[in-house]
């Protein structure tokens, strides 16, 4: 998983740079200041307090009276009337907070984006040795635990596509050879999780299971620490005991 400091990257059209800020905006867990929210989106300060003013013009958010953005009231429009299930942020909130009291390390919820994986919810340990907010960020698919998560349950259309152009590496320990990542992912399928090995940042870990809805991977839960306490080796049962809490958390 990321550190709080990396910022995420986002595509070069207007709208998929205003549609992006305003993920980060719904996804955080309290209310966010321009310039947290330049360094969420990897966007300059100017671009996004631009984005803000737009988005606040269509009360797709509104401001607190210090001037930080939290979502607005038109989002209502956005939503079908008639009755919806819960969004699987709100939903599985409740689940990451389990996770995060009986691990004892930083929890997040991640999906599928399209392009990248987006994290749309975190819980974060009170442990004094712990990583950042990371709600809001999107990260390439093969350099997270949720995206390997996610990678796993493609369509071999969608992997051969992905996989034909040049992935980028992150660190020195990023995985980018197509043949190792098929490896990978095989074994992820028949495992049910995936760990990273300081593959986004140096110095971090993480460990990641598919929330499964409906037979499709929905979602993925994802906990994440320092690496000198936080792998397999050190803790070798953790990735099949948050595999069963999720199974059985999620499905109830």
Same mark, same amino acid.
């Given at each position: 998983?990321a ?12 709208v998929?740079?205003?549609f992006?800020?305003?993920? !980060?905006?719904? =996804?955080a867990? +309290? %209310?966010v200041g321009?310039? /947290?929210?330049g360094?969420?989106t990897g ?16 009360r797709?958010?509104d ?8 979502p ?6 956005l939503q079908?009337e008639a009755a ?5 942020r709100d ?13 004892g ?6 999906v ?9 919810s975190?819980v974060?340990?009170?442990?004094p040795v712990s990583?950042g907010d ?10 997270v635990?949720?995206?390997? !998560?996610a990678? =796993?349950?493609? +369509? %071999?259309?969608?992997l051969? /596509?992905h996989?034909?152009?040049p ?10 050879a197509?043949?190792a990542?098929?490896?990978?992912l095989?074994?992820i399928?028949?495992?049910g999780?995936?760990?990273t090995d300081?593959?986004?940042?140096v110095?971090?870990n993480g460990?990641?299971?598919?929330v499964?809805?409906?037979?499709e991977?929905a979602?993925?839960?994802n ?7 936080f792998s397999?080796?050190e803790?070798p049962?953790?990735a099949?005991e948050?595999r ?5 958390r999620?499905?109830?």
């Amino acid at each position: 998983m990321a550190a709080a400091d990396q910022p995420s990257s986002v595509s070069e059209g207007p709208v998929d740079r205003a549609f992006h800020l305003l993920q !980060v905006v719904v =996804a955080a867990e +309290s %209310p966010v200041g321009v310039r /947290e929210l330049g360094r969420r989106t990897g966007l300059p300060r100017s671009t996004a307090s631009r984005l803000v003013a737009t988005l606040e013009r269509l009360r797709m958010v509104d401001r607190t009276p210090d001037g930080d953005v939290i979502p607005g009231g038109g989002l209502a429009t956005l939503q079908i009337e008639a009755a919806a299930p819960p969004l699987l942020r709100d939903r599985l909130h409740p689940l990451l907070v389990d996770v995060e009291k009986e691990f004892g390390e930083n929890a997040a919820l991640a999906v599928d984006d399209g392009d990248m994986m987006l994290y749309v919810s975190n819980v974060a340990t009170e442990n004094p040795v712990s990583v950042g907010d990371v709600a809001g960020a999107r990260h390439h698919f093969h350099l997270v635990a949720p995206g390997l !998560v996610a990678m =796993a349950a493609w +369509s %071999p259309q969608r992997l051969d /596509e992905h996989l034909a152009a040049p992935l980028e590496a992150a660190t020195e320990f990023s995985m980018t050879a197509p043949s190792a990542i098929r490896r990978r992912l095989s074994q992820i399928e028949s495992d049910g999780f995936a760990w990273t090995d300081q593959e986004l940042d140096v110095g971090i870990n993480g460990l990641a299971v598919p929330v499964v809805i409906a037979d499709e991977v929905a979602a993925a839960i994802n906990i994440y620490g320092p690496s000198y306490r936080f792998s397999p080796d050190e803790r070798p049962s953790l990735a099949d005991e948050l595999r069963e809490i999720v199974a059985e958390r999620s499905s109830a």
